[in-house]
């Protein structure tokens, strides 16, 4: 019975960590890790979006231009397994932006990267760029940041 309850306490740590970013809190781009299929979490993160009433506008596949340009540029992909971004858009969100400061557009379309590592295929990374903004953006930041979060967290679940 010992040995039953420390391994759920063992799986619901690892569930806690696997949602909390590797970065620093201060770090300009944020990172969450998880042991995980890659295809099962980018799944999940479509769905996270979607579900949440947005759009994936557009799916930068990033390894593939990688492996696809580095005959031509001399640039060999040695970084990443798999890497794709998911670029989509927030209608009140970017209104709230762009409210606080015109120039705050810049920040659309908002982009979760997924990827895997050469050197580690079995990890899955998402990443998110931390907002800043122009203006009195401090409210619009943080329920960006909130967004991300809650998209990155369901996805990983």
Known sequence: MRRIIFLLIV???GLVLAQT???PADA???VYQASDEYDAIRSNLELAITGRGMLVSNTLHISD???RTAADTGL???LYDKAEAFEFCNLKLSWQMSNAHPANLSICPLTIGIYTLQSEP???FLSYRRPGMLGEGAAAEQALIELYDGIIKEALE
């Open 28 to 30: 300009p781009i944020v």
């Open 76 to 78: 060999a992909n040695t």
């Open 122 to 124: 079995d990890v899955v």
């Open 11 to 13: 799986i619901q740590a």
């Open 65 to 67: 231009m990688f492996n």
């Open 21 to 23: 970013p590797v970065t």
